[in-house]
């Protein structure tokens, strides 16, 4: 990442988008002392940290992820191994890491993994002007692999049918309550609850947080096979797919929310949502009403990498003006 990558706003239609991230200051972070392990590590091309991890954050005061002034993003997981968290920073191109808790040699140890180094840029090809000129100027994407299924799973679970805003407070709720505080020198940051512990979530609190009984249903229901579903992290994403919406309530629009995070998968394409077949129209054929067979349509050439070309457009900023009133709020916790 580039020392002249200055912080901007965070433009987000849909989920995906990226996130600001500070420069990093011209003197290196020192290391602090109770870090458990550190890596660095010299990535092969260039990497912009907002844009590669920026789909992990789950709003602006997200828990589990922060990105601090000194040019740093933090992000806490519960990996195989137990909780951890992990900073990074890039500075001359290289990624200097640091991670804390059980899980920091996981999470060191797949590193390159998170920050795109299974990612494969090179298999796509633009086909439109739109496309091809964002892809030029941001060349510091890269569609990031976690190798972690629950954690993007249940966020989006929380994202159905609501508005972003809503699902990012009972996220944030939900975390700051009944997560665990993360390892390492991170106050206000939180582990994601382990499975055990979102099944014992009170009906009242899951009511509090503003979720409804169907989304929390499939939450209990999928963490009631926790362990079967992350296993779906070693397999390809459409297989992947296939066993998340085994569960009831979970769909093609969850599943493909999850394995892009999870896999990194490039052409894991997001269908039903509320504005994106908007958006894809209104960037490709300046159709402000295409409904998702159109949308697949228009990225049928990007078969492949239809979830790339999507964060692409995206992130292009060509998106229509809305024309009718975005979703409604439900203030359920109010009922």
């Given at each position: 990442?580039?020392?002249?990558?200055?912080?901007?706003?965070?433009?987000?239609?849909?989920r995906g988008g990226e996130t600001a991230v500070p420069a990093s200051v011209p003197a290196a972070v020192p290391r602090r002392t109770t870090a458990a392990r550190t890596r660095t590590w010299q990535p092969p091309f260039p990497l912009d940290l907002g844009l590669?991890?920026?789909?992990?954050?789950?709003?602006?005061?997200?828990?589990?992820?922060r990105a601090t002034p000194d040019g740093?993003?933090?992000?806490?997981?519960?990996?195989?191994?137990?909780?951890?968290?992990?900073?990074?920073?890039?500075?001359?191109?290289?990624?200097?890491?640091?991670?804390?808790?059980?899980?920091?040699?996981?999470?060191?140890?797949?590193?390159?993994?998170?920050?795109?180094?299974?990612d494969d840029p090179a298999a796509f090809a633009p086909r439109h002007r739109l496309v091809a000129a964002t892809a030029h100027r941001r060349p510091g994407l890269r569609l990031t692999r976690t190798?972690?299924?629950?954690?993007?799973?249940?966020?989006?679970?929380?994202?159905?049918?609501?508005?972003?805003?809503?699902?990012?407070?009972?996220w944030r709720l939900l975390l700051r309550k009944y997560g665990e505080p993360a390892p390492g020198p991170t106050p206000h940051l939180y582990v994601m609850p382990a499975p055990r512990t979102w099944a014992l979530i009170p009906s009242w609190?899951?009511?509090?947080?503003?979720?409804?009984?169907?989304?929390?249903?499939?939450i209990l229901r999928a963490v009631a096979r926790a362990a079967r579903l992350e296993e779906a992290a070693a397999m390809p994403p459409?297989?992947?797919?296939a066993r998340l919406e085994?569960?009831?309530?979970?769909?093609?629009?969850?599943?493909?929310?999850?394995?892009?995070?999870?896999?990194?998968?490039?052409?894991?394409?997001?269908?039903g949502d509320v504005h994106l077949p908007g958006i894809i129209g209104h960037a490709l054929a300046d159709n402000r009403a295409a409904d998702d067979p159109e949308m697949l349509r228009l990225l049928a050439p990007y078969e492949g990498q239809r979830h790339r070309a999507t964060r692409l457009i995206l992130l292009s900023g060509r998106t229509p003006s809305r024309r009718e009133p975005k979703m409604r709020k439900t203030d359920i916790a109010a009922w």
């Amino acid at each position: 990442m580039s020392s002249r990558f200055a912080p901007r706003p965070t433009r987000t239609t849909v989920r995906g988008g990226e996130t600001a991230v500070p420069a990093s200051v011209p003197a290196a972070v020192p290391r602090r002392t109770t870090a458990a392990r550190t890596r660095t590590w010299q990535p092969p091309f260039p990497l912009d940290l907002g844009l590669t991890l920026g789909p992990l954050r789950r709003g602006p005061a997200d828990p589990a992820f922060r990105a601090t002034p000194d040019g740093s993003v933090w992000r806490t997981s519960r990996t195989p191994e137990g909780p951890g968290t992990l900073r990074v920073a890039v500075r001359s191109g290289a990624v200097d890491a640091e991670a804390w808790g059980p899980g920091a040699e996981w999470f060191l140890d797949r590193l390159p993994t998170l920050l795109g180094a299974s990612d494969d840029p090179a298999a796509f090809a633009p086909r439109h002007r739109l496309v091809a000129a964002t892809a030029h100027r941001r060349p510091g994407l890269r569609l990031t692999r976690t190798g972690l299924v629950m954690e993007s799973l249940i966020p989006s679970i929380l994202e159905q049918k609501i508005t972003t805003d809503e699902a990012y407070r009972a996220w944030r709720l939900l975390l700051r309550k009944y997560g665990e505080p993360a390892p390492g020198p991170t106050p206000h940051l939180y582990v994601m609850p382990a499975p055990r512990t979102w099944a014992l979530i009170p009906s009242w609190e899951w009511h509090r947080a503003g979720v409804d009984n169907k989304r929390a249903s499939t939450i209990l229901r999928a963490v009631a096979r926790a362990a079967r579903l992350e296993e779906a992290a070693a397999m390809p994403p459409l297989q992947a797919q296939a066993r998340l919406e085994l569960i009831p309530g979970i769909g093609p629009w969850t599943s493909a929310e999850t394995v892009q995070r999870s896999h990194g998968a490039p052409d894991a394409v997001t269908v039903g949502d509320v504005h994106l077949p908007g958006i894809i129209g209104h960037a490709l054929a300046d159709n402000r009403a295409a409904d998702d067979p159109e949308m697949l349509r228009l990225l049928a050439p990007y078969e492949g990498q239809r979830h790339r070309a999507t964060r692409l457009i995206l992130l292009s900023g060509r998106t229509p003006s809305r024309r009718e009133p975005k979703m409604r709020k439900t203030d359920i916790a109010a009922w």
